[in-house]
């Protein structure tokens, strides 16, 4: 299946939870597969705890393309997370308060997108917002870019104007009928596929740690080529080059809001990894053989910028 993986940036209150919650909806509406009784499981937890779930990852299929939307900080991000889950994508979702204009979070990442050149498509969101200003908000953003250094092409964005809370989305700076599939139609036209060798041995680089209190400690990546089947037997390079194998006790995917065990994986795709208790970020999972450790993940420094 065709893969796009992308982030979705964005300052504090300015949608990011509505909207995709709002594209999973609609991606659960476009896949006549998926069961009914997920939907129902999340607002069943939701009302238990009386919060919105929402999976800090989400994976949606549209159209037969599979597209994972990996969430980011909105607020003050101290241990270079974007900078690690940007690693993983090839283009971010920047979502801008058509009220509010550019804010410092609004900033910070997209200056981490930048640096690791991936492709922004810009939304514009609440525009159904009394005092809403779509075109000043753009005109800060456009600012914003030169600000940060971008290149004509990379001012070249796509623009999408909208409200999540309504779930409409349009190329126009009004509310139409269009839903919010206007925004993976988007992702799929100018965000690549992943570059990804399925038929290379498996390597694989954690960019992120998860845990369950079933598995313990999971890595959270990309599956740089290759493929993943549970039970495999396969070498870790840890950070100071020694070498340890492990066998893949459980694989996780996303599903809509849901994490989904799978039996197999393919490059490309985002995953979680059990099987190694204390595997850390940016070590380099390879097939048993095949040991060839990845560049190491670069952090930056923790950002000062949110103060
Ligand atoms: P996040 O912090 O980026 O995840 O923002 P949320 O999705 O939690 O939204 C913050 C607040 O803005 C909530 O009260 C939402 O209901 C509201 N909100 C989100 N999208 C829209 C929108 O398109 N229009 C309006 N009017 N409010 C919105």
Redesign the pocket.
């Known amino acids: 299946m065709d893969i796009r993986n992308i982030a979705i940036i964005?300052h504090?209150?300015?949608?990011?939870?509505?909207?995709v919650n709002k594209l999973i909806e609609s991606g659960i509406k476009d896949d006549h597969t998926v069961l009914q009784e997920r939907v129902m499981d999340s607002d069943a937890l939701e009302r238990e705890k009386g919060i919105t779930i929402l999976a800090k990852n989400t994976s949606i299929i549209y159209k037969d393309t599979k597209i994972n939307i990996l969430d980011t900080p909105?607020h003050a991000d101290f241990g270079g997370e974007v900078e690690r889950i940007m690693h993983m994508v090839d283009g971010v979702l920047l979502?801008v308060d058509a009220f509010e204009g550019v804010m410092p979070q609004t900033r910070f990442v997209l200056k981490k997108a930048l640096e690791k050149k991936v492709k922004p498509i810009v939304v514009v969101?609440?525009i159904?917002?009394d005092a809403a200003n779509p075109q000043k908000a753009l005109n800060e953003v456009y600012d914003l870019f030169i600000d940060l250094g971008a290149s004509e092409e990379e001012l070249d964005f796509p623009v999408l104007y909208?409200?999540?809370?309504?779930g409409k989305m349009s190329k126009k700076p009004e509310l139409t009928d269009e839903g919010v599939s206007v925004i993976f139609d988007q992702i799929i036209e100018t965000i690549k596929a992943p570059e990804a060798d399925a038929t290379k041995p498996f390597k694989f680089q954690p960019s992120l740690i998860d845990y369950n209190s079933f598995v313990g400690r999971m890595g959270v990546g990309k599956i740089y080529q290759g493929s993943i089947t549970v039970g495999t037997e396969v070498s870790c390079i840890r950070e100071d080059d020694k070498v340890i194998k492990f066998r893949v006790q459980k694989i996780y995917q996303n599903e809509g809001v849901s994490k989904i065990e799978v039996e197999t994986a393919y490059a490309g795709d985002i995953v979680s990894i059990a099987g190694l208790s204390d595997i850390q970020v940016g070590e380099t999972l390879t097939a048993v053989g095949f040991e060839e450790k990845m560049p190491a993940i670069e952090v930056g420094e923790p950002t000062v910028e949110m103060a």
């Open positions: 964005a504090v209150d300015h949608g990011k939870t509505t909207l909105g979502l969101n609440k159904d917002r909208g409200s999540a809370l309504l």
